[in-house]
């Protein structure tokens, strides 16, 4: 599975950005993905954003973007998405996307696919 995000960039504090991850890879069922983004920032451990089950019945949240960031899929297109809103600088991170085989968590460990970051960047 080989997984692309896209979508960061430059935005001001109180705007919205919404990434895209874009899953390939031969002939797997990305129905049966759970899909999480993560963020990273400087030397940090990657911190959980928001999480998506395969059929897309079922989302969760880290307690830092609740509210503010909707995460979906769209299960024809192979792609997650996170809409961002309300950005604030210290969302300012690069975001990851991320595969597993089953039930959604925020525990990166449990993600066997990652894709490189898109970097977002929000100034005050």
């Known amino acids: 599975v080989q997984l692309q995000a896209s979508g960061g960039g430059l935005v001001q504090a109180g705007d919205s950005l919404r990434l895209s991850c874009a899953a390939s890879?031969?002939?797997?069922?990305?129905?049966?993905?759970?899909m999480g983004w993560f963020r990273r920032t400087g030397g940090k451990e990657r911190e959980f954003v928001a999480g998506?089950?395969?059929?897309?019945?079922?989302?969760d949240y880290g307690d830092a973007v609740r509210g503010r960031f909707t995460v979906f899929r769209d299960n024809s297109r192979n792609t997650v998405y996170l809409q961002m809103n309300n950005l604030r600088p210290e969302d300012t991170a690069s975001y990851y996307c991320?595969?597993?085989?089953?039930?959604?968590?925020?525990?990166?460990?449990?993600?066997?696919?990652w894709g490189p970051g898109t970097l977002v960047t929000v100034s005050s």
């Open positions: 890879g031969g002939a797997f069922n990305f129905g049966g993905y759970a």
């Open positions: 998506i089950t395969g059929s897309g019945g079922s989302v």
């Open positions: 991320a595969a597993k085989w089953g039930v959604v968590t925020g525990l990166k460990n449990q993600y066997s696919f």
